[in-house]
């Protein structure tokens, strides 16, 4: 789609940052299920090749390890190439996605899932870096809301095939259930990443009437990497994101340890399909409520209220979360007082960094998803050396508390100290009347 169908450059095109907002939501909602529907095909796949559990999330480490480092790369070639960059990169990604299931349907070895893992992992990647960079320089006025709208693709959009993926493997096994959803999946990214652009200039509106803090530069990423304001932020996303990461990828294991996986509860549906839907509504709906708050009050206050909730989530499923629906209430608030990081973080980045090289900057935040994602199999080492989920969940709380203590208290400070400069600046070579 060109520029001229669009708008003029110069002209605010209200209607097409939305319509751009809704497709990155779809692109988002397909690659969905390469994280959120893993924790399906785990016990199916062990059963089938006598694999060890901890061996196969070694593929799940391995996918989110690679859907976020190789981010950065992809970010600048988004940036870099202009208007054609979006549509590029996220084709690219709905190819590789879909590769990388195909090659898990096949994969007779750990070697070859993970190989498709690599795959499927710079797949998701690229699409992901590319919508959310596309969402923060489109929407500068409303940057946490459609920043959380356009997670809420990736953290909600497996909800709608919670069923199906069960279903599925139940009736033709998880081979062919790979083979479809990667044809399907990786097929509708393909085709509406060639409607994807960035905003010229003039096109997106000024940020002049937001409440939050922003930068009125924009740092380039080299500028950003020697900021120690960045670092501290990616400290804060590791400890957030692994504590949700350890749950996400164990859910269902979790449930049969409690023995509570398959007990009908809902409709026909048991504990473990409850929870798969209602999770995913939770991690889904928390990304745009929390991006909407945070517009409102600010970002690390309502990191503050997210993560402090989060904390006692976790502390609430090791210690009461062993029946059925108490399982799934916990779950449930574990995953909305988790899935906001991937709305605040994002705006927070760019509202301290700017917009400019966005799509580059966020992606380089968003590598701390990949390191923290190697705190999962260690979950299941600690469980297995404590005999209980509850020593996880108590470090997972506590790895809360710390992040808030770091919002409030060092993160705020530091901002509104960088703010001060930059006002201070602006009046000293404001020009004389």
């Known amino acids: 789609m060109t520029a001229t169908a669009a708008?003029?450059?110069?002209?605010?095109?209200?209607?097409?940052?939305?319509?751009?907002l809704i497709i990155g939501v779809i692109c988002m909602a397909m690659m969905a299920n390469l994280q959120y529907g893993w924790t399906y095909f785990v016990g199916p796949m062990a059963k089938a090749h006598s694999w060890e559990v901890g061996s196969i999330q070694v593929a799940f480490s391995i996918f989110i390890a690679l859907e976020t480092w190789a981010t950065p790369v992809q970010g600048?070639?988004?940036?870099?190439l202009g208007q054609k960059g979006p549509r590029l990169m996220v084709a690219l990604g709905g190819v590789f996605a879909a590769l990388g299931w195909l090659i898990n349907s096949k994969a007779g070895s750990l070697e070859m899932l993970y190989l498709g893992a690599v795959i499927s992992g710079?797949?998701?990647?690229?699409?992901?870096?590319t919508c959310v960079g596309n969402a923060v320089k489109w929407f500068p006025d409303r940057r946490g809301l459609a920043v959380g709208i356009t997670a809420a693709g990736f953290g909600a959009g497996a909800v709608v095939t919670v069923i199906p993926i069960q279903m599925m493997i139940a009736s033709i096994g998880y081979a062919d259930t790979f083979f479809w959803f990667a044809l399907v999946q990786g097929g509708v990214v393909f085709l509406l990443a060639w409607f994807l652009r960035p905003p010229m200039p003039g096109e997106a509106p000024p940020a002049s009437a937001v409440k939050v803090l922003q930068s009125k530069t924009s740092s380039t990423p080299g500028q950003m990497l020697a900021s120690p304001i960045f670092w501290l932020l990616y400290l804060m996303f590791v400890l957030v994101s692994a504590s949700g990461l350890m749950v996400a990828a164990q859910v269902a294991i979790i449930a049969k340890d409690y023995n509570v996986a398959q007990t009908v509860i809902l409709f026909g549906g048991t504990t473990l399909v409850v929870a798969?839907?209602?999770?995913?509504?939770?991690?889904?709906?928390?990304?745009?409520?929390?991006?909407?708050?945070?517009?409102?009050?600010?970002?690390?206050?309502t990191m503050a209220i997210a993560f402090t909730l989060g904390g006692v989530a976790y502390w609430l499923l090791g210690t009461v979360g062993t029946t059925p629906w108490t399982f799934v209430i916990c779950a449930a608030l574990i995953f909305f007082t988790w899935g906001e990081i991937f709305s605040l973080f994002p705006s927070t980045c760019t509202d301290m960094f700017g917009p400019k090289y966005a799509t580059t900057n966020t992606a380089l935040l968003y590598t701390a998803k990949g390191l923290s994602a190697f705190v999962v199999p260690l979950a299941n080492v600690l469980k297995s050396q404590t005999g209980s989920w509850h020593s996880v969940f108590l470090?997972?709380?506590v790895m809360n508390f710390i992040v808030v203590a770091l919002a409030l208290f060092v993160v705020r400070p530091m901002r509104l100290s960088i703010s001060a400069s930059e006002k201070k600046n602006a009046?000293?070579?404001?020009?004389?009347?």
């Open 122 to 129: 710079v797949g998701a990647g690229g699409v992901y870096a």
């Open 427 to 433: 009046v000293a070579h404001a020009p004389a009347e």
């Open 7 to 20: 708008s003029a450059p110069g002209q605010i095109s209200n209607g097409f940052r939305w319509t751009q």
């Open 76 to 80: 600048w070639i988004v940036d870099s």
């Open 276 to 301: 798969g839907i209602i999770d995913n509504l939770a991690n889904g709906g928390a990304r745009p409520f929390f991006g909407w708050v945070s517009d409102q009050i600010g970002r690390e206050y």
């Open 395 to 397: 470090i997972a709380a």
